[in-house]
T-cell receptor, first 113, second 105 residues
């Protein structure tokens, strides 16, 4: 149990375009999901906390207008990177909270050309 | 804000040897989690510690939560090649920098 999926697993896009990443809890309902960003050989940096039915809570320094988060159901949260730039290239990982344990998705590698 | 520090950043171990990675928080934690991320993979939950002084074991892995609930350790005995990866501790959604473990046969 406690499986989290992410789609797509990798994406390449042009500068200026927007990219949507989906995070789904497959066998449980998650009121709370988290979005992280991980640079190569670095740790996970929390970007925002996604709460079903309400606005996401963004960490300091994360632009909410650039990283749009929608948590429309108990099993799906989406992260949209708007007007992507090469510096947005990174590994984005979501996690879903079940009880008091986070279960991570497999991640999405975004490359912006 | 809260910071979770982890040392060492890299651990190169001879197969069969033991090693320990340490995690320290600037504030008291209600609980602490440990994750393992294999190269190219995503973090996988290993364990959560909640009680002061708690010790939990998973086969060759021993996890400990400090009495003051501000530090934790992960000790691996008889390291195997399957132990390769980066081990992260996390408290209150703040992740340590991780300890990247490599093993020489």
């Amino acid at each position: 149990g406690a499986v989290v999926s992410q789609h797509p697993s990798w994406v390449i896009c042009k500068s200026g375009t927007s990219v949507k990443i989906e995070c789904r809890s497959l066998d449980f309902q998650a009121t709370t999901m988290f979005w992280y960003r991980q640079f190569p050989k670095q740790s996970l940096m929390l970007m925002a906390t996604s709460n079903e039915g309400s606005k996401a809570t963004y960490e300091q320094g994360v632009e909410k207008d650039k990283f749009l988060i929608n948590h429309a159901s108990l099993t799906l949260s989406t992260l949209t990177v708007t007007s992507a730039h090469p510096e947005d290239s990174s590994f984005y990982i979501c996690s879903a909270l079940w009880g008091d344990t986070q279960y991570f998705g497999p991640g999405t590698r975004l490359t912006v050309l | 804000g809260q910071q979770v520090m982890q040392i060492p950043q890299y651990q190169h171990v001879q197969e069969g040897e033991d090693f320990t990675t340490y995690c320290n928080s600037s504030t008291t934690l209600s609980n602490i989690q440990w994750y393992k991320q294999r190269p190219g993979g995503h973090p996988v939950f290993l364990i959560q510690l909640v009680k002061s002084g708690e010790v939990k074991k998973q086969k060759r892995l021993t996890f400990q939560f400090g009495e003051a609930k501000k530090n934790s350790s992960l000790h691996i005995t008889a390291t195997q090649t399957t132990d390769v990866g980066t081990y992260f501790c996390a408290g209150k959604l703040s992740f340590g920098a991780g300890t990247t473990v490599t093993v020489r046969a």
